[in-house]
């Protein structure tokens, strides 16, 4: 096999849990080349992976069939000579583009209704049934139902590439000083409250870390969507810098890399600071991190494991919120101390 296209998943952690996949095909194919389909908002994190030669970003939405701009993408593609295509979402549109393209292989899980689009099918087990997801991806790099020995025990970690230029660029358009230490706060998480820290926890945080390293400068970084909750967070603790909103997702990716450590929900720049490889102290609620967990050695991950958690839900089915409510500012501190300081 020489090249190889990747449909990316949709969302930025997932994207990073592929990344063993991509170097296991590496390894198992020292020649091969591998493109990638991304969605805009993910592509940024593909663009800086090593294993990775060209990403083509697409405006296609999430959910939307979109089938003329898929048929038009798939003819852009169909002479650029792809041996295999491995499909990463389940859903039926996902696989559309490598079948109207004629590549040869298209390797995937079964999933929505995409037996004739797939021509390698791996069985999709439930997630209760899955393990990490890292290992699930990296599966499809061998025959299905092969037997792989402890294969999530022999991967290698997410890694992003850092750019120290990028990060001084960015840095220096708003106005921080890169002399002195950077603490990120990333309180945001797409899927839903039940995975959110509460911010008055954040703001609490802030303050120790105040108290303790005076010097140290707090950005909240995210999208959007994420603004009004570090802007809860910079009104009980006006020392952190609201930047949900105002970078891109690349920039975002050049301020974590520098950052002397970072606090994150279970979300996509969680994952993008483990594959940075900042120390890093990761907030679990009703997701799992033995299914999701931060791939890096420099993470800790801070979970209550209580008799409800973890449940999967966007939010709380129970009102309370204890998972993440009982998770205190001190207890989080005492990682982030650490890290501070220097200490593993």
């Given at each position: ?10 969302w930025i952690g ?14 198992l194919h020292?020649r091969?080349v591998?493109d990638a389909?991304a969605?805009?908002w993910?592509?940024?994190v593909?663009e800086r992976?090593p294993?990775?030669?060209?990403v083509?970003a697409t ?7 979109q089938?003329?701009?898929?048929w038009?993408?798939a003819?852009d593609l169909?002479?650029a000579?792809?041996?295999a295509a491995y499909v990463?979402p ?6 559309l583009i490598p079948?109207l393209a ?16 797939l021509n ?8 209760d049934?899955?393990?990490?997801m890292a290992?699930h ?9 092969a ?6 025990g022999?991967?290698p ?9 990028e990060a001084?660029?960015?840095s220096?358009?708003f ?9 990120a706060?990333?309180?945001?998480a ?10 008055e ?12 390293f005076p010097y140290t ?8 969507k994420?603004a009004?909750i ?6 009980r ?5 609201n930047?949900c909103?105002?970078?891109s997702l ?5 301020l974590i ?6 606090v ?8 993008v ?5 900042r120390?890093?102290?990761a907030?679990?609620g ?5 299914h999701?967990?931060p ?6 991950v ?26 205190s500012?001190e207890?989080v501190?005492?990682?982030?101390r650490?890290m501070?300081l220097?200490e593993?």
């Amino acid at each position: 096999m020489r090249r190889a296209l990747v449909i990316a998943p949709n969302w930025i952690g997932d994207a990073l849990m592929a990344q063993p996949l991509f170097t296991r095909l590496m390894q198992l194919h020292p020649r091969l080349v591998i493109d990638a389909i991304a969605p805009s908002w993910v592509a940024p994190v593909l663009e800086r992976m090593p294993e990775i030669r060209d990403v083509h970003a697409t405006d296609l939405g999430h959910g939307k069939l979109q089938l003329f701009k898929r048929w038009q993408l798939a003819g852009d593609l169909r002479d650029a000579g792809y041996d295999a295509a491995y499909v990463l979402p389940n859903s039926f549109k996902s696989a559309l583009i490598p079948w109207l393209a004629g590549i040869g292989l298209r390797i995937g899980y079964t999933g929505e209704h995409r037996y004739g689009l797939l021509n390698v099918r791996h069985a999709n087990p439930r997630r209760d049934e899955r393990g990490p997801m890292a290992a699930h991806y990296a599966a499809l790099a061998y025959a299905p139902g092969a037997n792989v020995p402890d294969l999530a025990g022999n991967l290698p970690m997410p890694r992003l590439e850092a750019d120290l230029n990028e990060a001084s660029r960015v840095s220096s358009r708003f106005n921080l000083d890169t002399r002195v230490p950077l603490v990120a706060f990333c309180p945001g998480a797409e899927y839903g409250g039940a995975k959110r820290w509460p911010t008055e926890h954040f703001a609490a945080l802030a303050q120790m870390i105040g108290q303790s390293f005076p010097y140290t400068q707090i950005v909240a970084l995210g999208s959007m969507k994420d603004a009004p909750i570090a802007r809860a967070i910079a009104e009980r603790a006006p020392q952190v810098r609201n930047l949900c909103g105002q970078t891109s997702l690349g920039e975002a990716c050049a301020l974590i890399s520098r950052a002397g450590a970072v606090v994150c929900n279970d979300s996509g720049l969680m994952h993008v600071a483990a594959a940075l490889k900042r120390p890093l102290v990761a907030l679990f609620g009703s997701s799992d991190p033995r299914h999701t967990p931060p791939l890096s050695e420099l993470a800790k991950v801070q979970w209550l494991h209580l008799e409800c958690s973890p449940c999967f839900a966007r939010e709380c089915p129970l009102g309370h919120l204890r998972c993440l409510r009982e998770l205190s500012p001190e207890q989080v501190f005492g990682d982030l101390r650490g890290m501070l300081l220097g200490e593993r």
